[in-house]
């Protein structure tokens, strides 16, 4: 009963947000289209997308700023859903928050070690921010250098990892992209104690426990695959948290001499069901199946849960990843059904 009156508003809310997510047909029409003009033109007339699209000009139609919008999207449903939590998801959300600050301090990264000339383009972030966020984008902008940059963010939990590594030798952006995925996910399998009590935390500990051992299946698997890693440099990359991964399975995934000893391997986890190796996906399509399935079966079974709030904010940033790579694969004159197998769609 406590969680019903808990979650009652925010459930009836978040459904009727889902309803205006785009559907499986919709994104093979869009596949269909010709320019990155019509496909603004298509989210206009026949999406939710209609009314911070008509913020855009004829001459701003192109995909940076219908990207922009896009995003600004995503951070207007976060503050819908944000505005009817009580105290208990609110710190909850907090949690969420850490995946975008994170995606921030990245593209900052980028843009100081590759020395683009191009400004910092962040306005359209400023105000949610400003309002959600522990990260000063005004003090970010400033940054010229990467110990310029870690130095803006001495105020926040961000600035201990980065800083210890800022004074190692030989640092790449690479480098500084896995420090702030591992202290992400490490640090949110920390707190999730402290914010989540009893069915939540049960529920979260589920998704991310499954997300934290699908990257790790994920990395191995392109370790292997792609780079032919040695199991010393691969046990580097991965998250070291192990929900249902056992530690002896964990080391056989990275000491498993070739691919095929690799998948007999993945065959005796609880994800093979619906991460088969064998399918013709892309791994990244795979472990986003896998997540979809996890996440929308707790949302089906604890309708009144911090599930609701979790699935919905992921199927929306997987829409927004999906349009945007839609975007790009029209723009480079991609076939209707070579994009839809970028989107991970299906052709009609």
Request: proline content about 3%; overall charge positive.
């Amino acid at each position: 009963m406590g969680n019903l009156l808990a979650y009652s508003g925010i459930a009836t809310k978040i459904r009727a947000m889902e309803a205006k997510l785009l559907r499986p047909e919709q994104f093979v029409e869009i596949a269909n289209l010709g320019s990155v003009p019509e496909i603004a033109e298509y989210l206009r007339k026949n999406t939710a997308y209609a009314g911070a699209l008509e913020t855009l000009n004829e001459d701003q139609i192109h995909r940076g700023n219908i990207e922009k919008v896009l995003t600004q999207s995503l951070y207007h449903d976060y503050t819908k859903i944000y505005r009817f939590c009580g105290q208990k998801q609110r710190r909850f959300m907090k949690l969420i928050m850490k995946s975008y600050e994170v995606d921030l301090i990245d593209y900052c990264l980028t843009i100081v070690i590759n020395r683009y000339k191009k400004p910092f383009d962040l306005n359209y972030k400023r105000a949610f921010f400003d309002r959600y966020s522990q990260i000063s984008i005004e003090k970010l902008i400033t940054s010229r250098t990467t110990d310029e940059l870690v130095e803006n963010l001495k105020d926040t939990e961000y600035y201990a990892p980065l800083k210890k590594l800022k004074d190692s030798q030989n640092v790449t952006l690479y480098d500084y992209t896995l420090t702030l995925d591992l202290y992400l996910f490490t640090s949110t399998w920390k707190e999730q104690k402290k914010v989540l009590k009893k069915s939540d935390l049960e529920l979260f500990m589920r998704d991310r426990g499954s997300q934290i051992d699908l990257l790790n299946l994920q990395w191995i698997y392109r370790a292997k695959k792609y780079y032919n890693m040695k199991p010393a440099d691969i046990y580097l990359l991965l998250i070291p948290i192990h929900y249902k991964l056992s530690t002896d399975l964990v080391k056989e995934l990275v000491e498993a001499p070739g691919l095929e000893e690799f998948e007999t391997a993945v065959a005796r986890t609880t994800y093979a069901r619906h991460y088969n190796f064998k399918q013709q996906l892309t791994i990244e399509q795979m472990y986003l199946d896998c997540l979809n399935y996890l996440y929308t079966l707790d949302r089906r079974r604890n309708p009144y849960s911090i599930a609701v709030i979790n699935t919905y904010l992921f199927l929306k940033e997987e829409e927004i990843k999906k349009l945007t790579t839609a975007m790009e694969c029209v723009r480079y004159s991609l076939t209707p059904g070579e994009t839809l197998a970028y989107v991970g769609g299906k052709t009609q």
